[in-house]
């Protein structure tokens, strides 16, 4: 709530701010284009793909506790509270391990997973999971998208950490 209360106030200064510059200049002869790189929300959960993938035995970490190639069937890349998650394929990916025969049954279950996600108060942590040609509908079936693509539930962000004990950890800061 205090965070909140401070995003309202930060939002509050903006909006005088804009009123401010409207106010100076002539809005007959001059276009004025509010944009920003991104919006703020809070957040409370941090969602670990990668570390979901590891406990599945898709992903292997090395003594080094860096990811083994050699057996990597799946990772996970992160943004935000977006991920994608690659099936490491043979004949698309350089060191590829997974048949192309066995994509649909993996993506399956990677699915099933992730969507069994719930925090404490038995609220999923995923919101939304599709396909790379499920997500051509929304305009993300592009080729470098993931295989799946993973929306955390709001109030989640997500973090490309493979190593932790748990897929889920609290957030370690509260906006995004």
């Not at 510059?21 to 991104?38: E, G, K, N």
């Not at 925090?119 to 999971?129: F, M, S, Y």
């Not at 080729?143 to 932790?164: F, R």
């Amino acid at each position: 709530a205090a965070f909140a209360a401070g995003r309202l106030r930060v939002w509050q200064n903006v909006d005088r701010e804009l009123a401010r510059l409207l106010a100076a200049v002539d809005l007959q002869r001059t276009a004025v284009v509010v944009v920003a790189d991104h919006g703020m929300a809070p957040i409370w959960g941090t969602l670990m793909p990668n570390v979901v993938l590891r406990q599945a035995g898709l992903l292997a970490l090395g003594a080094d506790g860096r990811v083994d190639r050699r057996s990597l069937r799946a990772y996970a890349t992160t943004a935000g509270a977006v991920a994608h998650i690659y099936l490491n394929l043979v004949g698309r990916e350089p060191e590829g391990t997974v048949d192309p025969s066995q994509a649909g049954a993996l993506l399956a279950d990677i699915r099933e997973r992730l969507l069994a996600l719930r925090d404490d108060a038995g609220k999923p942590v995923v919101q939304r999971l599709l396909t790379r040609d499920e997500a051509a509908a929304i305009g993300m079936g592009h080729a470098n998208a993931g295989d799946l693509i993973v929306w955390g539930a709001p109030g989640w962000a997500m973090s490309w950490e493979p190593t932790a004990e748990t897929p889920m950890a609290s957030a370690r800061y509260y906006g995004q």
